[in-house]
């Protein structure tokens, strides 16, 4: 079993925080402590992207004390599962990282195996498609969580 699950994008203000949170709200309080979210050049400290926000919160779910935070070493090797955004972030974790590479997947892996987009500083339509396939590759991954 899975315990602690880090999810990662770039800036970790739009992509991985909605994922963090919306797989928090999935697993339940129990389990939402060991979910985190990190970027591989994160815009630490910032808080999340006011359209993903409010995307969450428009589907029941709180992402207000989100502040985004920069992926390391440290966090990788920490966690029993890392999630990416995309195919490019899986491979610079595994250059960051080589040893964690066995616990490496795309967030998509089990809907298809596709990059999700970058929504940031795009239109709302675009948010509300990561959103799509974020929340889809979050089901994708319940069974196994």
């Known amino acids: 079993m899975f315990e602690r699950i880090l999810i990662v994008c770039i800036g970790n203000i ?24 990190a970027g591989l050049a994160a815009m630490t400290g910032y808080p999340m992207d006011a359209t993903s926000l409010a995307l969450l919160e428009e589907h029941g779910v709180s992402g207000g004390d989100h502040r985004a935070r920069q992926v390391d070493t440290t966090l990788l090797r920490q966690s029993d599962l890392v999630l990416a955004m995309e195919k490019s972030h899986v491979a610079a974790i595994g250059r960051m990282a080589p040893e964690v590479s066995g616990k490496v997947f795309l967030l998509d892996r089990w809907s298809g195996g596709r990059d999700i987009p970058d929504p940031y500083r795009r239109p709302r339509s675009a948010y509300e498609q990561a959103y799509s396939m974020i929340e889809q590759g979050i089901e994708g991954w319940l069974r196994y969580l």
């Not at 739009?14 to 979210?37: M, V």
């Open 14 to 37: 739009c992509r991985s925080p909605t994922a963090e949170y919306l797989l928090r709200h999935r697993l339940g309080e129990g389990r939402a402590s060991r979910i985190g979210s």
